[in-house]
């Protein structure tokens, strides 16, 4: 049993006192790895010896034992890498030159994210996805791989999210089940298709609440959006850049991580003691 389920577990039987030692370690694990039994103590406004009670209560000697199983979920949360060679190697783009284009051209992508986007719309949309009783990613063709993408990662904390090809002869049978309390995220990158362009038409009329990631805020998804992010996809190949639209992704997930981060630690402990019980993860 990790901290936080043993914290979660006994917060009926806390004192007041011990209830905020409990919040704040759920809420600040990251910091809380690192600081001392009387930082704790200050920072939840107790006195040390309730931060020492409290890591009893819960099952350990004391707060160093709690302490030190908060590193070891630090630790197994760092990748690790192989050591980096130390000769230095040319850049690519001294060897092929044209790739300065291609590599100019994707932060030319991500400023425009940046400048297009607003924090407000960002937040608006985490707050939808967290409100959210359902959710139904819609897109197609290139658009699938970003919207896979978004969809495990809102599944690792939530449980709630399917992606649906708009193409496909289900998804008309999987939106039409869909309720106000619901939502469809349209990631729309060109070209577009009709049939989406009316499947999305189709929840405005029913009031299904959308949000919209696509390249403008002119195009019917937006229009038909609560709110919309906007990504940038110019390419010097045949197929749209998708670097803009992940990295709008990131975003999403890295608000989602300073909202919730007692939650997802919870969810993340839950997701690896599954993953072992099924064999999907195999230690060596």
Not at 120 to 139: P, S, W
Not at 205 to 211: V, W
Not at 247 to 256: A, E
Request: hydrophobic content about 40%.
């Amino acid at each position: 049993m990790s901290f936080i389920e043993r914290m979660q577990d006994s917060l009926g039987d806390l004192s007041e006192a011990k209830k905020r030692v409990a919040y704040y370690l759920m809420d600040n694990w990251l910091e809380a790895a690192f600081l001392s039994a009387a930082k704790v103590a200050r920072n939840t406004d107790v006195s040390e010896s309730v931060v020492v009670r409290f890591s009893q209560d819960i099952g350990y000697s004391g707060f160093p034992e709690l302490q030190k199983e908060i590193q070891e979920i630090l630790k197994s949360r760092l990748v690790n890498r192989d050591p980096m060679e130390s000769n230095e190697v040319e850049p690519m783009t001294n060897q092929h030159p044209e790739l300065q284009k291609v590599y100019d051209l994707s932060l030319g992508n991500l400023n425009e994210v940046l400048a297009k986007n607003t924090i407000e719309a960002f937040n608006e949309v985490l707050t939808d996805i967290i409100q959210a009783k359902r959710i139904v990613i819609l897109a197609r063709k290139n658009s699938l791989g970003p919207a896979h993408i978004l969809n495990v990662h809102i599944n690792e904390v939530f449980s709630k999210s399917q992606v649906i090809n708009g193409e496909s002869v289900e998804a008309l049978d999987i939106i039409r089940g869909l309720s106000a309390e619901d939502i469809v995220i349209n990631i729309a990158i060109p070209s577009y298709s009709k049939r989406i362009r009316q499947f999305s038409d189709y929840l405005c009329e029913r009031g299904i609440p959308q949000i919209a990631i696509t390249n403008t805020f002119s195009n019917p998804f937006a229009k038909n959006a609560k709110c919309t992010l906007v990504t940038s996809v110019n390419s010097l190949s045949y197929s749209n850049s998708h670097l803009g639209t992940v990295f709008i992704i990131d975003v999403l997930i890295y608000l989602l991580t300073l909202e919730s981060k007692g939650e997802l630690v919870r969810k993340l402990e839950e997701i690896n003691t599954l993953n072992e019980r099924f064999g999907i993860i195999f230690d060596g």
